[in-house]
C-alpha cells in the first residue's frame, strides 16, 4: 500500500535513543550487593561485559540484578539467552524475592544516586549518534512525538533535558503508566484514530507481541538494530514481511530513508 509519513512516531527509548548500558550495570550490581551481600563489593573481572551481551533479555529494570545473579550463579549466556523468563521466574522463587521489592530496589538506588550527584548519574548514559537531532528536528515539524517506555517517566525527562530537546510538544509515558506498549498504542490510536503510527523499539518480543493485536495492525513496526538485539533476532526481523529493519543512519535521515528498498511490502 502507498507509504506515508507518520503522524504519530512512538519511540521506545532504552536502546533506540539512549544507551544506557554503564548506568544500568552500576545500578544493578549495587543492587546485588544489598540483596545479596558479596563479600567482595568489588564486580568480578568480565561480569560487566557479559551484562552487556545478556542486556537483551532484560524487559524491565527489576530483572538486572537478577541477571547478574544468573551469571555469578554460574549459568552460561547460551542458557540465559535461549531461557531467560523461565530461568528469572526460577531465581525469584529460588531466593523468595518479589519483583515488586526488586524495582523498589533499583528505582531507589537510582533516586538516591540522582538526589546525591546528579552529573555523574547522567555521565553513564549516552545517547545514540545523531539521534537528537533528529528528535529535535522531528518536534519542529507536525509529526506527534510518543516515547514508550518501561523506564520510570522522571528519569527520561532528565536524561532529555540534559541534551536539550524541549519536552513541550514530546508526551512520555513510561512505567508508572502501568500498561503493555501493545495497550498503550491501542489507547493512542483511540485518542488520534486518523493517524498514521510508526513505532521503533530495539526489542523483538515486544515487537511481536505487538503483532498478535489485530487493531495494532496499521502500526508500522520498526527494528532498532543499533539497540539491545541479537544477531538472530535482527535476522527473524529481516525475514518476517511484517517488520521493518531499521540502521542508525536510516534513523537519522527522513523517513522516506526508512523504508526505502522496502516499499513492495508496505
Known sequence: MPMTPPSVLALDFDGVLCDGLKEYFKTAWMAYCNLWQPSEKMPPPGLAESFYRLRPVVETGWEMPLVLKAVMDGLAETELLADWPAIAKRLVSQYNLD???????????????????????????RFYPGVSDRLKGILQTDTHVVIISTKEGRFIQQLLQQEG???????????????????ILKELIQIFPTATFWF????????????????????????????YNTSG??????????LHLLSLS??????????????QSW
Open 99 to 125: 519483583p515488586g521489592m526488586l524495582m523498589a530496589e533499583v528505582d531507589g538506588l537510582r533516586d538516591r544516586w540522582i538526589a546525591d550527584d546528579l552529573n555523574s548519574w547522567l555521565a553513564e548514559h
Open 165 to 183: 530537546i524541549d519536552l513541550t510538544d514530546l508526551q512520555i509515558l513510561g512505567k508508572e503508566v502501568k500498561h503493555s506498549k501493545a495497550n
Open 200 to 227: 521503533v523499539e530495539d526489542r523483538l518480543k515486544t515487537l511481536q507481541a505487538i503483532q498478535q493485536h489485530p487493531e495494532l495492525a496499521e502500526v508500522a513496526l520498526f527494528l532498532a538494530d543499533w539497540g
Open 233 to 242: 533476532e535482527r535476522l527473524l526481523a529481516e525475514q518476517d514481511p511484517d
Open 250 to 263: 536510516q534513523f537519522n535521515q527522513d523517513f522516506l530513508s526508512w523504508i526505502k528498498g522496502q516499499e
